[in-house]
Each structure stands twice: as structure tokens, then as C-alpha cells.
């Protein structure tokens, strides 16, 4: 076996599922890739809309006072982001909250991140008595609860499953002294079952399914019907299943082939695309209201990202006016971020007329 396959603690020719594959190459201590590597920015492996520009994140602390609002102002009123990154979008958040000092004052923000090298790197950034660094969501016991990952969970390891002949197969990775290669094994029922309890995957012969994302998710569901609340998501992904893989490793801003991707494990970043109609068919079926489906441009021009951007070029230079008109083209346009990404919010409130869905 490969000499940095069996640092990862993978036995020779033992099958490993995807899922599990991928959470010990991005998630091992000291070795895995997001405790080893800065992935953020022009000199990292990917950027992040955060990371484009603060517009994005402002007009998401917006939204965030939109909902606190229409909740009628509730005196604790708790924030979590899951995965913060390098704590871009939380630093402009709590200089963005300043200015509403009503809202400011109710406010407790939750930091949710499995990274000790990232968390390291987010308690450089931020600077808050408002923040909380957190390894579950335990201890959050009183007030309404807002949840939101900004490409939270297509960096949760997913399992993939072949059906041939209504049979269910189940990809792994065969780590031996050639180095890796892909094969099969037979599906548990348990997952077969899982699998089968939801329309959105009825007839596809290609499967991606979330069960580490659904778990995770199901920690959030339990907190959000005690307190109430909701949780938002915004991510890279599709409604209609593509029938076929849709994981990619990303190195310098790059697609690497997955062929290639023995040689730079743990140096790699690895997501897939999120089936927003799946993760809409589980909040359901956990009881939780599920607002449309919309595109990142729809939420971030129906919250007024545009206006906001004509009302700040006033005091810019010619030179940082273009800037942010680049960088908003990156956010908008439909070829980059703007309709490859979805948002989704799923809640438990009476309340059903949130801003930036219709």
C-alpha cells in the first residue's frame, strides 16, 4: 500500500465506503485536509462567496434581522453557522449587527467547526464577547434558533450506491500496494431501506445519498422543534438528480481528476453536489416547513443586493467600483454562482412570510 494511504489508517485491500473514505482524508487529525491546509482565497483550492465579497455576507446579516423581525423581536435570539470557514462571513455579520443595536443586544452567536486548524484561524479573525465556539448544540437551551451554512454540507461525506437489476451495490475504495482503486460491495439493508423511504431517489440507478449530512441534520431538527427556529443552507448543487457521481476534488481552484487523487489525499479539498429536493423531502418528512427552492441571485437580488451595491459605489474610487462590480457579476451570473447555487430554509414557526424566497 501507498506509504500515505496507511498513514490514514487504511488496511490493505479492505473495502472502504465513500463516506468514510472521504471523512479520513478531509477530517483526521493533523493529517486530514481541513486540518492541514488553509483551502480559502485566490491562494488556496477554492474561494468562497464570503471570501468574494462582503456584500454576500451583509445581505445575509439582513436576512437575519428580516426573520429576528418578523419573529417580533425576541429578546434571546440565537445564530449558528455551521462550518464558518476563515470567519469571513461572521466578522462581517457582527459588524453589520452593530448597526441594528436592538437586534444587537438580543443576539448570540453560536460557531459550529470540526477544524482545529480553521477554528485556530477563525479566533484570529473574530474578535467578539458575542461569540461561542461550539462542539455541539447543547448548550443553547432558551430562545428562538437560526441555523445557516454557506457550503456547510457538500463537505459532508456522502455514500454512493449503484442499483443493477433492483439490486443495490455500494462503491468503496480498495486501498493495496498498486495504490487505489475503485469496487462494490452489497448494500446493508438498513441503507437499502433508507434509500427507499424517499421519492426523490425512486428510479435513478446512480445514487448519492447524505446519511452523514442527514445525521448531522438531525441534531439541528431536534433543536430547532424544541426552541423553534430554522436553518438555512446555501450551497452548490441541483434539483433534478443527475443520475451519475458528482464528487470532485479541487486543488489551486482546479478540478483533479479523481484518477489522480491517491497522490494528493489529505492536500485535496472533496465535495459533491447537494440534491436540494432530497434534503427538501427530509425536512419534511421531519416535520419542518420548507420555503421554495431558489437560486442564490433570486435570494440576493430580492434581498437587495443590487441597490445596496449602487448605494455604497458612491464613496468608491473608479478602480474599487469595478472591483465590486466583478465580484458581484461572480456572485449574480447564472455560468458562476449565481444559479449553480441553491438556498433553501426549512422552519418550525407559525410565521411563514420570510423575505428572500418569493
Known amino acids: 500500500m ?6 490514514f489508517g487504511f488496511k490493505s485491500n479492505k473495502k472502504i465506503p465513500v463516506d468514510n473514505f472521504f471523512d479520513k482524508v478531509l477530517y483526521k487529525p493533523k493529517l486530514g485536509y481541513y486540518n492541514n491546509q488553509f483551502p480559502f482565497g485566490k491562494d488556496g483550492d477554492f474561494i468562497t462567496s464570503p471570501t468574494i465579497s462582503n456584500l454576500f455576507s451583509e445581505i445575509l446579516a439582513i436576512w437575519i434581522i428580516s426573520v429576528w423581525e418578523k419573529l417580533e423581536k425576541p429578546k434571546k435570539f440565537n445564530l449558528v453557522e455551521l462550518g464558518p470557514g476563515d470567519g469571513s462571513l461572521t466578522k462581517v455579520l457582527i459588524q453589520t449587527f452593530k448597526k441594528f443595536p436592538e437586534f444587537n443586544d438580543s443576539a448570540k452567536i453560536f460557531l459550529y467547526e470540526k477544524s482545529s486548524l480553521l477554528k485556530k484561524i477563525q479566533k484570529k479573525k473574530i474578535e467578539s464577547k458575542k461569540i461561542s465556539w461550539i462542539k455541539n448544540y447543547n448548550s443553547i437551551k432558551k430562545g428562538p434558533i437560526i441555523f445557516f451554512g454557506n457550503e456547510f454540507f457538500d ?65 439541528i431538527i431536534k433543536k430547532i422543534s424544541n426552541l423553534s427556529g430554522g436553518i438555512l443552507l446555501i450551497d452548490y448543487g441541483y434539483l433534478t438528480p443527475f443520475n451519475e457521481n458528482t464528487i470532485q476534488a479541487v486543488m489551486k481552484n482546479k478540478k483533479l481528476k479523481m484518477n489522480n487523487l491517491q497522490n494528493h489525499i489529505g492536500k485535496t479539498d472533496i465535495t459533491y453536489l447537494v440534491n436540494f ?6 425536512f419534511k418528512k421531519n416535520n419542518l416547513k420548507v420555503k421554495n427552492i431558489v437560486s442564490q441571485k433570486f435570494f440576493l437580488e430580492t434581498m437587495g443586493i443590487i441597490e445596496r451595491a449602487k448605494i455604497i459605489e458612491k464613496n468608491m474610487t473608479d478602480q474599487q467600483r469595478k472591483n465590486m462590480y466583478i465580484t458581484l457579476k461572480r456572485l449574480l451570473h447564472k455560468n458562476s454562482m449565481g444559479e449553480l447555487f441553491k438556498v433553501i430554509f426549512a422552519y418550525n414557526f407559525k410565521k411563514n412570510n420570510f423575505l428572500g424566497f418569493d
Open 2 to 7: 501507498k506509504h500515505r494511504l496507511k498513514n
Open 155 to 219: 463537505a459532508i461525506p456522502i455514500k454512493q450506491f449503484i442499483v443493477n437489476n433492483k439490486k443495490f451495490l455500494e462503491k468503496c475504495y480498495l486501498a493495496n500496494k498498486k495504490g487505489l482503486s475503485e469496487t462494490f460491495k452489497k448494500a446493508s439493508p438498513a441503507d437499502i431501506a433508507l434509500i427507499k423511504s424517499f421519492d426523490v431517489l425512486k428510479n435513478q440507478n446512480f445514487i448519492e445519498y447524505p446519511k452523514l449530512g442527514f445525521q448531522e441534520l438531525n441534531k
Open 277 to 282: 429536493n432530497l434534503l427538501k423531502e427530509f
